[in-house]
Nanobody, 129 residues
Framework: QVQLKESGGGLVQPGGSLTLSCEFSGPAFEHTVIGWFRQTPGKEREGVSCIGALGISNGRIDYADSVKGRFTISRDNAKKTVYLQMTNLKPEDTAVYYC???????????????????WGPGTQVTVSS
């Protein structure tokens, strides 16, 4: 059974940085595509960034236009963890951030939350002065 857990959220001033972690438990992490999403009250989940896996979209990385140049996604297969480094944070980055697994073995669109299956409980990121 796959389980995900996000951590690293918090309160940060505009222009600041945070690094989120997504810890994965279960089999075959190295072959699992992981996506980061965020959600604010009353809005749908927004795809932030996705990273491919060994044998599945290997080397593919996607970013939403709103975070390109500011966020960096990476994975450590030995630690079964995906990271989201966030820099130059803006108030509009405030949201609950979730990580999730691709349910279609590489046939996904990073902006489409319906293409992702198992989800973590989320971690709150608040950007405010």
């Amino acid at each position: 059974q796959v389980q995900l857990k996000e951590s690293g959220g918090g309160l940060v001033q505009p222009g600041g940085s945070l690094t989120l972690s997504c810890e994965f438990s279960g089999p075959a992490f190295e072959h699992t595509v992981i996506g980061w999403f965020r959600q604010t009250p009353g809005k749908e989940r927004e795809g932030v960034s996705c990273i491919g896996a060994l044998g599945i979209s290997n080397g593919r990385i996607d970013y939403a236009d709103s975070v390109k140049g500011r966020f960096t996604i990476s994975r450590d297969n030995a630690k079964k963890t995906v990271y989201l480094q966030m820099t130059n944070l803006k108030p509009e980055d405030t949201a609950v951030y979730y990580c999730a697994t691709d349910r279609y073995l590489g046939d996904y669109e990073c902006e489409n939350a319906d293409d992702f299956g198992d989800w973590g409980p989320g971690t709150q990121v608040t950007v405010s002065s």
